[in-house]
């Protein structure tokens, strides 16, 4: 398994409020992206404890020698964004210059030939391979509910002045709802798994993505190209990408 993660501050930005996570646990292997939002530096703040507290509860499940049953799995992603959750909560609870601070989440978890895929907010994960890119996650934000109910089209959705609204993020409420999803091997095998903020979804659509791809079919070289690209478009917000290749 190949794999390559970078983020970027973008071309306007003077400050990243991206994290990511991309390390294997043995034969298992954690993937995540987290975008922050938040005066002041709370996005940054909101960002990097939630890839803090999302990092060290893999670390002890798999330490700990957790089963891996799908079940359990996908409880522990739930946990994990829970954690983040109620931490980054707290931390605004105690500190008024980090009130309303939150961060998106998109992780995945490789174990047992299955990727299960969590999300909370507008950052997204696709499966890339020669004949295009499909979204595997759904956003949760204001012009998704839009298209949900039929209002505007997906095309327009790229455009709508307030696709940057998200309706879920980590750490704003006391409790968060994360969507958990399984990907068989069958449906993953030979594709490329990529995890973005939407400082690159924003850019780049699905065509462009699977055209990118198969120009550069080094993971590392893919990444750079994707944040070049993102910038050379205007770059208005950070950047952070994770690309897997899957076996």
């Known amino acids: 398994m190949e794999f390559f993660a970078l983020s970027d501050v973008g071309s306007v930005r003077e400050l990243n409020e991206d994290a990511y996570l991309a390390k294997t646990y043995g034969d298992a292997a954690l993937f995540a992206v987290f975008d ?24 002890s499940f798999f330490a700990e020698g957790h089963g891996t049953e799908p079940a359990v799995v996908q409880a522990a992603l739930a946990s994990a964004a829970d ?21 998106t989440l998109v992780a995945a978890l490789l174990v047992n030939e299955k990727i299960y895929v969590a999300n909370v ?28 109910i039929g209002k505007i089209t997906p095309e327009e959705a790229r455009t709508n002045p307030k696709k940057n609204i998200i309706t879920r993020a980590v750490g704003v409420d006391k409790e968060v709802s994360v969507d958990v999803s399984v990907i068989e091997k069958k449906q993953y095998g030979g594709k490329t798994l990529l995890l973005c903020s939407d400082g690159l979804s924003n850019y780049i659509d699905a065509p462009a993505l699977a055209a990118l791809r198969r120009k550069h079919r080094d993971c590392a070289e893919f990444v750079r190209v994707l944040i070049d690209e993102a910038n050379k478009a205007g770059g208005s917000d950070n950047i952070t990408a994770v690309a897997v290749r899957l076996d």
């Open 83 to 103: 954690r983040a959750n109620f931490k980054i909560y707290a931390l605004a609870e105690a500190d008024h210059a980090l009130e309303g601070m939150g961060t």
């Open 121 to 148: 907010g507008d950052s997204r994960a696709y499966l890339i391979d020669k004949d295009g890119a499909m979204q595997i996650t759904r956003d949760h934000s204001f012009v998704q509910y839009l298209v949900d």
């Open 36 to 59: 922050g939002m938040g005066g002041a530096n709370a996005g940054e703040c909101a960002s990097a404890t939630a890839a803090r507290e999302v990092e060290q509860y893999f670390d």
